[in-house]
């Protein structure tokens, strides 16, 4: 354990441990290694402080500690959350020629993340065709998502391609590509997609949502049914839906699947896993308490909008950590600036 790691178990309990708190540790170390440097930098990327890892990275080389392919990994991931496409593209030739680093498929597969999410997919088709190295699934999907982004299906179909011979068997690529069909309307091919679903014996993996309260975990999963308090999260439901009415909010059906009534759609939106935990972190604390919910999956779009304007009507602080980082919700805003 390095000295960073050592100072944070002895000096914080660590269900309280904060972004505020690490880096009040941080600013304690005399002479800090490349490390703790890289502890902080992917803190702050992972909450959403694309800025603040910036320029904590130039303080970095400011203070002469040499950055390491760690290092650069963590500061292209927050240029992917914040959609700094000229800094990253600047980081990865800096890591190759003034570093004399070799690129990893991760940092690659940051570099196809960044160009896409800015809908330069060509681009990063083309450095995807230029790896000296062969693609892994996560590159791939980095690019099946911006296309879905984006609704470039003939690129989604290449991707798609890739992932189905590396014979990846998370159902996730596969229902994205279903919805990559349905947003164009091409129904045969939404059709086609479940069926190789099927054949290949693959479902879309389940939503779970976790929230800890008083030293206990509660787990959720879609329209879950089973928690003692199911009751009175089904109320603090129907307050939720009163208080988004009033707002102006229309559900955003997108992800959910064609065939289904615009009124299931609703409902099936309305009862994601993380909604679920957070209405019960409503009811089971008080009034100010930060509400810390973790997700298996990437948070929708319908539930990333929710979660801003619950925040504002309950006058609660809500981070949720999906499957890539943290959304910090606060005053009807997130962290994320709804680049993600």
Known sequence: MNCFHQMLSENINPNEITLESAENVFNKLQNADVVAWNAMIMGFSMNGQSKTTLKLFAHMKMESVVPNEITILGVLCACVHAGFVYEGQEL??????????????????????????????????????????????????????????????????????????????????????????????????????????????VDKVRGCSSIEVNGEIHEFGAEDKVHPLVKEIHEMIDEICSRLRMAGHVASRNEVFFDVEDEEKDKALLY?????????????????????VVKNLRICGDCHAVMKLISKAFEREIVIRDRSRFHHFKNGCCSCGDYW
């Open 92 to 201: 990865f030739n800096l890591m190759v020629k003034d570093l004399g680093l070799a690129p990893r498929v991760e940092h690659y597969g940051c570099m196809v993340d960044l160009l896409g999410r800015a809908g330069l997919l060509d681009e990063a088709y083309e450095l995807i065709q230029a790896m000296p190295m062969e693609p892994h699934t996560g590159v791939w999907g980095a690019l099946l998502g911006a296309c879905k982004l984006h609704k470039n299906v003939e690129l989604a179909e290449m991707a798609i391609k890739h992932l189905n011979e590396l014979e990846h068997e998370d159902g996730g690529y596969l229902t994205m590509m279903s919805n990559i069909y349905t947003n164009a309307g091409r129904w045969d091919d939404v059709a086609k997609t479940r069926e190789m679903m099927s054949q290949k014996g």
């Open 272 to 292: 994601h896993s993380e909604k679920m935990a957070v209405a019960f972190g409503l009811i089971a604390t008080t009034k100010g308490t930060v509400i810390r």
